[in-house]
C-alpha cells in the first residue's frame, strides 16, 4: 500500500479517535447534560418547591450562618451559596470527594427545607471532568483524552479538507450500511467542528497547569515555620446581610454568588453567572469584626482572557436558550464520536470480526453508546425509588448509575465475544427505551406535587428521559430491519 | 529443474504473496505507532519548553497563561506535523528543531 498523507493521517484518526472516542463519548455525554446540572439537581429534590426567586433576608442568613457554624463545628468546611436565577435557594454546602451536597433554606424565612440529599447533576459534572476517578488520575485521563480530540479533530480536518463542502449536505441513508455512517459521521462532524474544538480547546485550557505546569521559581527566602491554624470565629455573630449589601456595591454588574468563609475574613464571591468572564471577582471582610478589606480586582488583558476561555467552556453565565444550544451542540458532539467508534469497527469487520481483540471493540461501543444512557436514566430513576430519608442515599445513588453500567457492560462484552454483539445492541437499546419511557411515569407517580409546583422543569427532564426512548428505539428498529 | 506437467495447479498466489503481504503491513503499523508515541513524546517535551521559555522572565502570572495557550494551541498542531510528515522523518526533525527554539528561548530570557 502506497503510504500517503491522507492514509497516514487516516490511520492516525482511526486509531486515536477510537481509544480516546470510548472515553470522549462518556465525557460529550455527561458534559451536555452537565449543562443542566443545576435544573438536574432541582429535578432530583422535588420536595423543593421554589419557582421565584427572592434575594435572601437577613433572617435566612443568621440562619445559614449558624448552619455553617454547626457543620464547621463537626470539622466540615461549608460555604453558602446564595440564590440565583438556576437555583432558588440559600444553600449551605460542602465538597464531598464528588459533588457540593448540603441543606437547603428558603432565602425569605430561613427555614431548612427538608429536602432528599442528592448526587444530582453534580454526578454527571463530576463524571464529566474527572471521570469519578478522583481529582488526579480522573482528571490525567480527561486531559490526555481532551488533547487527543484536538488532534483528530485536525487529522479529521486535513483527511477531509478536499470535500468540507459537500459533506455538509450529504447524508444517504438508504445507502450501505457503512456509507451511511460515514456520511452521518462527516455532516455532524462538519456542522459541529467549531464547536467541539472550542470546547476541547477551552477545556485542555481549564486544566492547563495541569497539562503544562510552569516551572517552578526559586525561593527567595529560606522557610518559615508555618502559622498554628487560627481557629474560626463565632459565625452566627456575622452581619452577614450588610456584608452583603457592601459586596453588592463593590462588585458592580456583577452578583454576589457564594460566601466562603477563613479564620481571618469572609470573602463573597461574584457568581458565575454574572458574565462571560469567570472573574471570580471577590469582597473580603475581616473577622470578627466585619470591616472590608481592600481587594485588587484589576485584571490583565491576558488574565481577561484566560478568564473568557473558561466562562465560555463552564456557560454559567448563558441563558436557557443559550444551554439548550450547549445541550443540544454537545449531544451531536456526541453522536460524531459515537459514529466514529461504530465506523472503526464496522470497517474491520471482513477482516478481523472473527478475532477476539475485535469483538471487544464491538462490545465496549455497545456498553459505551447504549450502556451509559442507560445508567444514566437508571441514575435518575434511582432518585424517585431510593427512600428519600435514607442515610447516605446520594451514594446510593451513585451506586446505581455504576452498577447499572457496569452491568451493561458485562452484558455488552459477554454476548459481543460470542459473536453476538447485535443481541447486545438490542437489548440495551431495548432497556433505554424502557427506562426513558419510564421516567415520565415513576416522575408522575412520585412527585404530582413537583410537577404542578414546576411543570416547566419536570416536562423538560422527563420530556429528555423520552426523547432518549424514542431515540433508542428507532435504532433498534433500524437494527431489526437491516440485520447485524 | 524438473518440469511442471501440463494439467498439474500452479502454486496459489496467496500462499506466497499473503505471508510477505501481511508482514509489510505489520511492519507499517509498527512503524507508525512508534513514529505516533514519538512524535507525541516530542510534542510534548515542546510543549513544555514553550511554557518555561515564555514564562521565563520577570512577566509574571500573564506570560505562564499566554505559554499555556500558545502551548496547549501547538501541542496537537505538532502531534500530527510530526505523524504526518514522514518522508525523512520530517515532521520529527522539525519538532526537534522547534523544541531547540523553545529552549533557546528559555536560555536567552533567563
Redesign the interface.
Known amino acids: 500500500m502506497r503510504e500517503t498523507l491522507r492514509t497516514r493521517l487516516g490511520w492516525l484518526h482511526g486509531w486515536l479517535g477510537y481509544m480516546a472516542g470510548l472515553v470522549l463519548t462518556c465525557i460529550f455525554a455527561t458534559g451536555s447534560v452537565a449543562a443542566f446540572n443545576m435544573e438536574i439537581t432541582r429535578w432530583m429534590q422535588p420536595e423543593v418547591q421554589l419557582a421565584t426567586l427572592v434575594p435572601p433576608s437577613a433572617r435566612a442568613l443568621d440562619a445559614a450562618a449558624r448552619v455553617v457554624a454547626a457543620e464547621q463545628a463537626r470539622g466540615v468546611s461549608a460555604f453558602i451559596a446564595l440564590p440565583s436565577a438556576r437555583s432558588s435557594t440559600l444553600d449551605v454546602l460542602h465538597y464531598n470527594g464528588h459533588e457540593f451536597i448540603g441543606a437547603r433554606l428558603d432565602p425569605a424565612t430561613g427555614a431548612v427545607i427538608p429536602a432528599r440529599v442528592t448526587a444530582g447533576g453534580g454526578l454527571f459534572y463530576n463524571f464529566h471532568h474527572t471521570l469519578f476517578l478522583g481529582p488526579q488520575m480522573g482528571t490525567v485521563i480527561v486531559n490526555i483524552a481532551g488533547i487527543a480530540l484536538l488532534v483528530a479533530i485536525i487529522s479529521g480536518v486535513v483527511i477531509h479538507i478536499h470535500a468540507l463542502l459537500p459533506d455538509i449536505i450529504l447524508l444517504r441513508l438508504t445507502a450501505a450500511r457503512l456509507r451511511a455512517w460515514l456520511d452521518a459521521h462527516l455532516l455532524a462532524g462538519v456542522l459541529f467542528l467549531p464547536f467541539m474544538a472550542m470546547m476541547a480547546y477551552t477545556g485542555v485550557l481549564v486544566k492547563a497547569d495541569m497539562i503544562v505546569p510552569a516551572p517552578p521559581r526559586p525561593a527567595r527566602s529560606v522557610l518559615v515555620p508555618a502559622p498554628p491554624p487560627a481557629l474560626m470565629p463565632d459565625m452566627t455573630a456575622l452581619p452577614l446581610a450588610s456584608m452583603l449589601a457592601r459586596a453588592r456595591a463593590s462588585l458592580p454588574g456583577q452578583e454576589p454568588g457564594f460566601i466562603l468563609f477563613a479564620p481571618q475574613r469572609v470573602s463573597i464571591f461574584a457568581g458565575d453567572a454574572s458574565s462571560a468572564f469567570l472573574t471570580r471577582g471577590h469582597a473580603d471582610f475581616s473577622l470578627p469584626g466585619g470591616s472590608p478589606l481592600p481587594v485588587d480586582t484589576t485584571a490583565t488583558p491576558m488574565a481577561r482572557t484566560m478568564q473568557f476561555m473558561h466562562g465560555v467552556h463552564y456557560a454559567r453565565f448563558a441563558p436557557p436558550s443559550l444551554r439548550w444550544l450547549y445541550f443540544l451542540s454537545g449531544l451531536c458532539g456526541t453522536a460524531v464520536m459515537a459514529s466514529g467508534l461504530v465506523l472503526f469497527v464496522m470497517k474491520r469487520r471482513r477482516h478481523a470480526g472473527h478475532r477476539g481483540a475485535h469483538r471487544l471493540a464491538d462490545g465496549l461501543n455497545v456498553a459505551v453508546i447504549a450502556g451509559l444512557p442507560a445508567a444514566m436514566l437508571a441514575f435518575l430513576e434511582g432518585n424517585r425509588l431510593v427512600p428519600a430519608s435514607l442515610a447516605g442515599r446520594e451514594d446510593w445513588e451513585s451506586a446505581i448509575f455504576f452498577a447499572a453500567w457496569g452491568l451493561c457492560t458485562l452484558h455488552a462484552l459477554f454476548q459481543a465475544l460470542r459473536g453476538q454483539a447485535q443481541w447486545a445492541w438490542r437489548a440495551q437499546l431495548g432497556l433505554v427505551g424502557l427506562l426513558g419511557t419510564g421516567l415520565p411515569v415513576l416522575d408522575l407517580l412520585c412527585c404530582p406535587g413537583a410537577l404542578r409546583a414546576q411543570p416547566g422543569l419536570h416536562m423538560a427532564v422527563d420530556g429528555m428521559g423520552a426523547g432518549a426512548a424514542i431515540v433508542a428505539l428507532y435504532a433498534r428498529h433500524r437494527l431489526g430491519q437491516r440485520g447485524a | 529443474m524438473q518440469m511442471r506437467r501440463i494439467n498439474e495447479p500452479a502454486p496459489h498466489p496467496g500462499a506466497t504473496v499473503a505471508p510477505d503481504r501481511r508482514a509489510r503491513?505489520a511492519r507499517?503499523d509498527r512503524n507508525?505507532v512508534i513514529c505516533?508515541i514519538v512524535a507525541c513524546l516530542l510534542a510534548y517535551g515542546v510543549?513544555?519548553l514553550?511554557?518555561?521559555g515564555i514564562?521565563?522572565g520577570t512577566g509574571g502570572?500573564?506570560r505562564?497563561?499566554?505559554?499555556?495557550?500558545i502551548?496547549?494551541?501547538g501541542?496537537?498542531?505538532m502531534?500530527?506535523v510530526g505523524?504526518?510528515a514522514?518522508k525523512g522523518h520530517a515532521g520529527l526533525l522539525m519538532l526537534g528543531a522547534c523544541g531547540g527554539l523553545a529552549a533557546g528561548l528559555r536560555l536567552f530570557a533567563a
Not at chain 2, 64 to 69: A, D, E, S
Open positions: 503491513a507499517l507508525r505516533a510543549a513544555r514553550l511554557v518555561a514564562a521565563a502570572p500573564d505562564i497563561h499566554l505559554g499555556q495557550m502551548a496547549l494551541f501541542l496537537p498542531v502531534v500530527v505523524f504526518g514522514w
